[in-house]
């Protein structure tokens, strides 16, 4: 995934600037730039990848090589082939020093996600939207107890987030300020694991502790 | 008569067979005379083999299905496009491939970004270059001027290098961008060209064309990049953009047949003539069995309606599906061109390929809705027939060499299957030529430095572009130890060598003054390159001469025997040889032939007898010889002639075997006993024969000439 700001220069190519609206991205989402010096001309689109790193990230074909480059570039990347890389590298230093878990994928995967939404919480989808969890694929209006008994004691309710009259809103454009921290909020799409590959590894040894 | 030798070895004058000059060595199209630091190194035959890795370039990137672009008579353009994992870009590669020293040079790569973001698989590829030179053109810092120019209304594509001065490409010094296209007559550059005043001018608009299928069937299909240049081609790659509403920019276009794109299935992607400036064909086979039919794009056409890059402007129509014997390959299958042969002699006509059969169609039969486009098929029979190889069923793709007016056919290479060469036929005649083994060798760079380079087949299939004789041949590995590409002169095969494109080694005229017989013909060439266990042999030659007709080159040739014999010809003052090379062969190597020597007897004494002054006796008037040399069996008919020494008239003209107007006479004990010739070769030292006339007249002074008859 790439964060992208609207705004923002294209690396490589500092006369063009994004318009797509800012969010967290696939590393291959098409993502459309104007120039900023003539705004006449049309627009262009490049990959979100290409918006971030520039060119490097198409001289690679082997994901360990890309990953490596663009950790360079970005040590707290989480373009899909740096999160491989460090998810790969801390495997293996786990090995090296004995202390690989049965969980230990699940849990480096877990550690990337996290990051991952800590940089930007309200990813923006490729395509189709996914299925909200239950909660929020409700037809019915969010109202709260409390705008409620207004409403029955006849004073004006506050304004419902979501009309009454409107279904539930599509999250193909979710507003990427929506506070992470509310607990009712659940992440509309769920950011894709990285791509590993990983044998699962013997125990060689544990320490109880 | 005395044995004399002449030599010629290739390391003198040449020009081109077109300029044909008897007193140098003369060389077909694809025949090249090479120097070195060695003698080794000094030969002439057809040109060497060419190499390229793409996958130890700077930036590793698994090419295929070569598209070459000649640049000038030396330079090849060549480029290829990534074979690696799907994705959702693929990189195109160019090299520049130089005849003359049988090197490629790697440029550089461009990405392309698709307007679908899903992962893409090239199934045809090809590349397009038109070079607009109507009118003139003018230039005053960045504004260009025409004068019956119609730059807009041809769809000259914005980021197209422009060249003024001259309307040959190959002789601009300075190339200028192409940032804005105003009008028919007014163009901007992205900078200065300074002044220039109104005259011949040159612009290149180079194109990317690819089909493809993609994990998402409907983001399949048709796409196109313009306003390309050379110099994008760069080491650290140039990103193209994805096109979005606006056509004519530099771009990666989406050309789609309807909103929700069909043409899913591509096999391959075939490129017509163009036949204006907005009017330019491509076919796309789409369907591997019974849904084959061909989709018809014009990549000319002005895109309309382009929404996120995508248009259906360049759409013309689709065939009906037609279902041919075996499986249509998905690899870069599908080739237009006019053959000069057999059932499709003038018929342009796309030439496709399934597991089993050469298909053929009219491209005039391409039509909306046809069911019944495809015109005819060529079974699979390899050269000896089934008794000598067994069909492949592994056919991949086909190519047309057109300077031999052959398909190249070439299979999968599963289990070593072999390609071919061939005329079209549907009569289920063999194919003319098999080539190529699969002896596992691999070309890295890695690799002994004794080994010689050369296209095995490694169980990959191998794609092919045919460009001026020259045959490049990609190998579609994924790995640095897979992925080369060679140039092989397989034009330059013997059985074409006299064709439109001469393809000829032809020695200047070599002496043989006074030759009144000719021996043999050695040649000096190397048989076996690289060395040790790796090394390998080259493909075979063979000679032939001329005793006549050399300096017009009117002459007849003769084969020559491969003892390097001659068939009795009555010799002259000089004679020619004349080389040709297989090169379809099994590992491609052409022969390099050092020097050719050829051996004559002259008008003097044969070379196994010495005049003998003690045998011999004015006043009897006898001739004697002694027999110095052995012939190694029976002594040949020898022959006499007595001249008048001071008027050079001859005098008598006698054999051994005529004796009419003398005797023959032999001793092998020093003159001291004659008894009657014979023909039993010499004994000892003292052998003498001797020949005294029946009548000659006194007081004349005599040359006597013994030689072979």
Redesign the interface.
């Known amino acids: 995934m790439i964060n992208i700001t609207q705004g923002m220069e294209v690396a490589e190519l500092r006369n063009l600037l994004v318009v797509s609206p800012g969010g967290q991205y696939?590393d291959?989402?098409?993502i459309?730039?104007k120039d900023a010096q003539d705004s006449s001309k049309?627009?262009?689109?490049?990959?979100a990848q290409?918006v971030k790193y520039g060119?490097i990230v198409?001289?690679?074909?082997d994901p360990r090589d890309l990953g490596a480059e663009i950790l360079k570039l970005d040590p707290e990347s989480s373009h899909s082939a740096a999160v491989f890389v460090r998810i790969s590298s801390e495997l293996l230093a786990q090995m090296s020093e004995g202390s690989l878990e049965p969980t230990a994928l699940d849990d480096a995967k877990a550690k990337e996600q996290e990051k991952t939404a800590e940089q930007n919480p309200d990813p923006v989808p490729?395509d189709e939207v996914e299925d909200l969890p239950t909660e929020q694929t409700s037809q019915e209006p969010q109202t709260n107890d409390a705008d409620m008994q207004a409403t029955s004691e006849g004073s004006e309710p506050p304004e419902p987030e979501v009309s009454a009259q409107d279904p539930a809103p599509d999250v193909e454009e979710p507003d990427p300020s929506a506070d992470a921290e509310d607990d009712s909020v659940i992440p509309e799409v769920i950011p894709p694991e990285p791509v590993v590959s990983m044998r699962r590894l013997k125990v060689i040894s544990r320490s109880n502790t | 008569m005395a044995l004399r030798a002449v030599e010629h070895i290739f390391t003198g004058l040449t020009t081109p067979y077109a300029s044909y000059d008897p007193a140098k060595t003369n060389l077909g199209v694809l025949i090249q005379q090479r120097t070195g630091a060695t003698a080794l190194d000094k030969y002439a035959g057809p040109m060497p083999l060419g190499l390229a890795r793409p996958m130890e370039a700077s930036?590793?990137?698994?090419g295929a299905y070569p598209h070459v672009i000649p640049w000038d008579s030396d330079n090849d353009w060549v480029f290829l496009v990534d074979n690696?994992?799907a994705?959702?870009?693929r990189?195109v590669i160019m090299y520049n491939y130089q005849k003359s020293t049988s090197t490629f040079t790697w440029n550089g790569f461009i990405?392309l970004?698709f307007?679908t973001?899903t992962n893409h698989t090239v199934r045809g590829f090809r590349m397009n270059r038109e070079l607009y030179t109507t009118g003139t053109a003018s230039v005053s810092g960045t504004a260009v001027t025409g004068s019956g120019t119609g730059w807009n209304s041809s769809n000259i594509p914005v980021g197209c290098r422009i060249g003024f001065g001259s309307s040959d490409p190959t002789q601009i010094a300075t190339w200028h961008e192409i940032s804005a296209i105003g009008s028919d007559t007014s163009i901007t550059l992205t900078a200065s060209a300074g002044t220039i005043s109104s005259g011949n001018y040159v612009i290149e608009d180079l194109r990317v064309l690819v089909s493809t299928t993609n994990a998402t069937a409907a983001n399949g299909g048709v796409y196109m990049a313009k306003g390309l240049r050379e110099e994008l081609f760069a080491p650290?790659?140039?990103?193209i953009?994805?096109?979005?509403?606006?056509d004519g920019?530099r771009?990666v276009y989406w050309l789609a047949d309807a909103g929700t794109v069909t043409n899913t299935i591509s096999c391959g992607l075939a490129i017509d003539a163009r036949d204006s400036w907005t009017q330019h064909y491509i076919y796309i086979i789409d369907g591997t069995t019974t849904t084959c039919r061909v989709y018809k794009y014009n990549i000319r056409a002005t895109l309309g309606s382009l929404s996120?890059?995508k248009s259906t402007s360049a759409y013309v129509h689709v065939t009906a599906a037609q279902t041919p014997t075996g499986t249509v390959s998905q690899t870069n299958n599908g080739r237009i061109d006019t053959l000069s042969h057999g059932p499709a002699n003038g018929v342009k006509s796309l030439y496709f390929v399934t597991t089993t059969r050469v298909y053929r169609a009219a491209v005039a039969n391409l039509t909306s809705g046809n069911a019944t486009w495809q015109s005819d098929a060529m079974v699979e029979v390899a050269p000896g027939g089934a008794s000598t190889y067994a069909a492949t069923g592994a056919l991949s793709s086909c190519e047309i060499a057109s300077q031999i007016d052959r398909l190249i056919v070439i299979s999968t290479g599963t289990a070593g299957a072999r390609s071919y060469v061939t005329k079209y036929n549907t009569n289920s005649d063999p194919f003319d030529h098999i080539f190529l083994v699969d002896d596992k060798q691999l070309d890295q760079s890695i690799a002994d430095n004794d080994a010689v380079i050369h296209p095995a087949i490694n169980a990959t299939a191998f794609s092919v572009w045919s460009e001026g004789g020259i045959a490049y041949l990609c190998r579609l590995g994924t790995a640095a130890t897979t992925n080369q590409m060679y140039a092989v002169p397989l034009s330059a095969h013997w059985t074409y060598a006299a064709g439109s494109a001469n393809q000829r080694l032809i020695t200047p005229a070599m002496s043989t003054p006074s030759a009144s017989r000719l021996t043999r013909v050695y040649v000096n060439a190397t048989r076996h390159i690289g060395a040790g266990t790796v090394g390998l042999p080259t493909e075979p030659y063979r000679m032939y001469f001329r005793i006549s007709g050399i300096s017009d080159d009117s002459g007849e040739w003769t084969l020559v025997t491969e003892d390097g014999g001659f068939t009795d010809p009555t010799p002259s003052t000089e004679i020619q040889f004349m080389f040709e090379f297989k090169v379809i062969g099994a590992f491609c190597i052409p022969a390099r032939i050092h020097g050719v020597t050829i051996v004559y007897e002259d008008d003097t004494t044969d070379s196994h007898y010495q005049p003998s002054v003690a045998q011999s006796s004015i006043s009897s008037k006898v001739f004697a010889w002694r027999f110095s040399t052995a012939f190694g069996g029976t002594v040949p008919t020898l022959r006499i002639r007595l001249y008048n020494a001071t008027t050079g008239s001859l005098l008598l003209d006698d054999t051994t075997t005529a004796s009419a107007l003398g005797t023959w006479e032999k001793s092998t004990n020093d003159g001291a006993a004659w008894g009657s010739y014979n023909t039993t070769d010499k004994a000892n030292d003292t052998t003498y024969i001797r020949y005294t006339p029946t009548s000659i007249a006194d007081n004349i002074k005599v040359r006597a000439l013994l030689t072979q008859n």
């Open positions: 696939e291959t989402a098409l459309e730039c049309p627009p262009t689109v490049y990959q290409f060119s198409y001289r690679f074909s490729e | 930036t590793a990137i698994a690696g994992t994705a959702a870009t990189r990405t970004t307007p973001a650290a790659g140039t990103t953009s994805a096109a979005s509403t606006t920019l771009a996120s890059g």
